[in-house]
T-cell receptor, first 115, second 115 residues
């Protein structure tokens, strides 16, 4: 069974540019999460999809971040325009249906560097 | 506020010796606790979880963790460390207040096992 995949693995952009990160969850997982780890600190929650619906986006830093999950399959996270403080590793995770405490399966992450 | 603390940035252990990676938590109600490991250039891998029941939880790669409610701790342990255990370890708790399966992570502990 394929795991969670993320693309690209690394991205280096200039301040003010736009970047789009992609996440493909494990097939059949309705729950999809985005997290971010900045500068060696704790991994912080960004948002949670259940199928195509945003269940919780309380962790999104500001309106420069836009997440979508069209059709309830893969998800994209767009940062526009990027700022220096957006640098970090962005992780995507997926899990089975809610109702039980299932572990989340994480992708390898996308390392974003904003210069 | 709910939180997770990993008091040690790094733990150094000689191969063959027992290891402990510490984690304490602060939540309302009963905690759902997790340990994840991140090897270099890889995503987070699930090690084990505590939901309810036996306080000693066994997980992957010979790791186990002991839930201690009175001390609000969930320390990760292994009887005999391997060099290949060297990695970054994250403790996490399910955000009960936030609902669903959002995870709150500690800052991570780097484990270095020396030959």
């Amino acid at each position: 069974e394929a795991g969670v995949t993320q693309f690209p693995s690394h991205s280096v952009i200039e301040k003010g540019q736009t970047v789009t990160l992609r996440c493909d969850p494990i097939s059949g997982h309705d729950n999809l999460y985005w997290y971010r780890r900045v500068m060696g600190k704790e991994i912080k929650f960004l948002l949670h999809f259940v199928k195509e619906s945003k269940q919780d986006e309380s962790g999104m830093p500001n309106n420069r971040f836009l997440a979508e999950r069209t059709g309830g399959t893969y998800s994209t996270l767009k940062v526009q325009p990027a700022e220096l403080e957006d640098s970090g590793v962005y992780f995507c995770a997926s899990s089975q249906n809610s109702g039980s405490v299932h572990e989340q399966f994480f992708g390898p992450g996308t390392r974003l560097t904003v210069l | 506020a709910q939180s997770v603390a990993q008091p040690e940035d790094q733990v150094n252990v000689a191969e063959g010796n027992p290891l402990t990676v510490k984690c304490t938590y602060s939540v309302s109600g009963n905690p759902y606790l997790f340990w994840y490991v991140q090897y270099p250039n890889r995503g987070l891998q699930f090690l084990l979880k505590y939901i309810t029941g036996d306080n000693l939880v066994k997980g992957s790669y010979g790791f186990e963790a002991e839930f201690n409610k009175s001390q609000t701790s969930f320390h990760l342990k292994k009887p005999s460390a391997l060099v290949s255990d060297s990695a970054l370890y994250f403790c996490a708790v399910r955000d009960i207040l936030g609902g669903y399966n959002k995870l709150i992570f500690g800052a991570g502990t780097r484990l270095a096992v020396h030959p």
